[in-house]
């Protein structure tokens, strides 16, 4: 029998928790689809009892997906675990995971109870979600920080409670590989019962080694769960990268010497899908998924690929989905083609009219830019994503005149909830003077704490620009996409996707909380 190491995806959840990358059911419905295609073991949809809005992304993402296991966050009560109970009805595969805080400093600052209280309450929390679902996963938070005696005594309690999955969580990236690699083997010989459960790493990437902690978790602990998300998205400097471990253990199968069921070729299209809903770019020098991770600069290096590509080259390009970057469409395709590739990249329509409005705006596209590839089908439709009610402000139209010397002067007409509206603005550029014309009309307040431009496909000029602005007002941080062959229309619809979002009341309960 071979050793397999289950790859547990935690994008639509624990990388959402990242200020500002907050996805609309929609989104995570797409995400997951593409995520199941990558064919990862174990999707993490949402925490159900958070908000509405993820209940229902949870409850839609466990209808569709059949191929892995849907799983919804629980804090260890009751309730929680019912609505994730109740989110998760009807999918082929589900999971319930239930978490409690278990170090010092979060059960007396954070949860204010006593040892024997979270202890009680960890095995209750087990003991009701069993009730619902045979696969249980246990995380006790801050576990690497955890008294080492009390955490077995929690966890010996779990599993004789039927949790089938111990997940031990570095949940403030304060690990090292070796330690935390040994941390799990002492718990696995020191706890009786600890044959019976799968044992999973769960790793933070603070001081930039949620990727090495992990791996030592799996060589020397003895793990065969890894929690991560597609680029390492997650909270301040985000969780272990799913394109990383699967990578390394794959390349290194000769060291770690377990299979993987993930389909490579899908990673690079996942890191792309996951960067464009969510706004957060993916640095160039980025292992696997940055755009600079195949290309070879140096004249010796380039000489030697192309004499022997396993001079300088480990992995394969199109291995990991980068040759995925083809020309798909143009001005001449018709709409039939345009669902096909719509339906082929797992995008679902949910009407004809939908269907229509994108192709309508795939026209508009490919009036202006040639070749059409699968990244600009997706920002299109990422666009068209939000519903009538989120989008409480769309973009007309907009003029901007800049010369060399003169101030730059920009004219932008957009719709605040069905009305029109037209403002005027300079600036120091023509992107700032569109801004300061919506802000006129808009007065927002909102600080702007990053604003970047990318070219969506090749690093040609005829690429489309994809824009990303990241507000921030009253405690919230949201960050608005916009993509357009022109950086100044791309940057003002990327400022109103951001209006939007600070627009929608949605609140979220932090999962640490
Ligand atoms: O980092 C963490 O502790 C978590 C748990 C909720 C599993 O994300
Ligand atoms: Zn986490």
């Not at 006790?140 to 920080?145: K, V």
């Not at 253990?249 to 990673?267: A, M, N, S």
């Not at 600079?292 to 480990?314: M, W």
Request: negative net charge; glycine residues 8%.
């Amino acid at each position: 029998m071979t050793d397999k190491l289950i790859i547990f995806d935690t994008t639509l959840r624990d990388g959402e928790q990242s200020p500002g990358a907050s996805m609309t059911r929609d989104e995570k419905l797409r995400i997951a689809r593409q995520l199941e295609r990558l064919k990862v073991d174990v999707i993490e949809a949402g925490f159900a009892a958070s908000s509405n809005g993820d209940f229902e992304a949870v409850r839609a993402i466990a209808q569709a997906i059949k191929d892995s296991t849907v799983c919804s966050l629980a804090r260890a009560n009751d309730r929680d675990i019912g609505r994730a109970a109740e989110a998760l009805k009807g999918a082929a595969r589900s999971r319930i995971h239930t978490f409690i805080a278990t170090s010092e400093l979060h059960m007396e600052k954070k949860l204010r109870m006593t040892r024997e209280q979270v202890l009680e309450q960890a095995k209750l929390s087990v003991r009701f979600a069993r009730q619902h679902c045979d696969d249980i996963e246990f995380s006790p938070e801050d576990g690497y920080r955890s008294d080492p005696d009390f955490l077995c005594r929690v966890l010996e309690a779990v599993i004789a409670e039927g949790a089938t999955t111990i997940n031990i969580p570095d949940t403030v990236g304060y690990a090292v590989p070796e330690l935390y690699g040994e941390f799990i083997r002492t718990l696995r010989e020191r706890i009786p019962n600890s044959g019976r459960a799968i044992w999973s790493v769960h790793c933070h990437n603070d001081l930039g080694m949620a990727v090495a902690n992990s791996l030592a978790g799996v060589k020397i602990g003895g793990a065969r769960q890894v929690e991560c998300t597609i680029n390492g998205l997650g909270e301040r400097a985000g969780n272990c990268s799913l394109e990383e471990i699967v990578m390394a253990v794959r390349t290194r199968r000769d060291y770690f010497g377990l299979d993987i069921g993930i389909d490579t070729t899908q990673i690079v299209p996942a890191s792309r899908m996951v960067s464009q809903t969510t706004g957060f770019v993916v640095q160039p020098n980025k292992a696997v998924v940055g755009a600079n991770a195949f290309a070879h600069a140096s004249g010796i290096h380039q000489d030697g690929v192309l004499k022997a590509r396993d001079t300088y080259e480990i992995m394969r390009a199109e291995d990991v989905g980068w040759a995925a970057n083809k020309i798909v469409l143009g001005k001449l395709s018709g709409r039939n083609a345009f669902k096909q590739r719509l339906q082929d990249l797992g995008i679902e329509m949910e009407s004809e009219a939908e269907v229509n409005a994108a192709f309508m705006r795939f026209k508009d596209l490919a009036d202006r830019k040639a070749e059409i590839f699968d990244e600009d089908i997706i920002a299109l439709v990422s666009d068209e994503s939000v519903t009538a009610e989120q989008e409480h402000y769309r973009l007309l139209s907009l003029a901007q005149r800049s010369e060399t010397g003169e101030r730059p002067h920009a004219r932008v007409a957009f719709a605040a909830g069905g009305v029109e509206l037209h403002a005027d603005s300079d600036g120091n550029g023509p992107v700032d003077a569109s801004l300061k014309a919506i802000e006129s009309k808009v007065n927002s307040g909102a600080e702007m704490v990053l604003y970047s431009v990318n070219a969506i496909t090749s690093g040609s000029t005829e690429s489309q620009g994809e824009v990303t602005v990241r507000l921030q007002h009253g405690g919230r941080v949201v960050n608005g996409v916009g993509a357009d062959p022109d950086i100044v229309v791309a940057s003002a619809k990327a400022y109103l996707s951001a209006l939007n979002k600070l627009h929608s009341k949605a609140e979220r309960v932090a999962a640490q909380g």
